[in-house]
Nanobody, 121 residues
Framework: QVQLVESGGGLVQAGGSLRLSCAASGRTFSGYAMGWFRQAPGKERDFVAAITWNGGLTNYADSVNGRFTISRDNAKNTVYLQMNSLTPEDTAVYYC??????????????WGQGTQVTVSS
């Protein structure tokens, strides 16, 4: 069973930064693409960023491109999301997800429980 546990969320002022982490169980972490999604109150869950199995390719939503950076450490079974220049519009529950392949194709297969990020103005 795959388990994804996010951490690093919290309250930050606009313009500030946060770094989210997602620790994955299992020895096959390095064989799968990983992603981050977010869900704001009253809205659907949206894609934020994704990274291929070896970190060679990344993809970002337009709304975060240039401000957020996704990375991974396969030795630690962990994926990160560095978030800079945060705005109140970034307030959401952030979810870590694991795809079913080495590339971020289709929908993720596994999801974490989410971590709250709140950006105050």
């Amino acid at each position: 069973q795959v388990q994804l546990v996010e951490s690093g969320g919290g309250l930050v002022q606009a313009g500030g930064s946060l770094r989210l982490s997602c620790a994955a169980s299992g020895r096959t972490f390095s064989g799968y693409a990983m992603g981050w999604f977010r869900q704001a109150p009253g809205k659907e869950r949206d894609f934020v960023a994704a990274i291929t199995w070896n970190g060679g390719l990344t993809n970002y939503a337009d709304s975060v491109n240039g401000r957020f950076t996704i990375s991974r450490d396969n030795a630690k079974n962990t994926v990160y999301l560095q978030m800079n220049s945060l705005t109140p519009e970034d307030t959401a529950v952030y979810y870590c997800a694991r795809y079913g392949d080495i590339y971020y194709n289709g929908d993720p297969s596994y999801w974490g429980q989410g971590t709250q990020v709140t950006v105050s103005s």
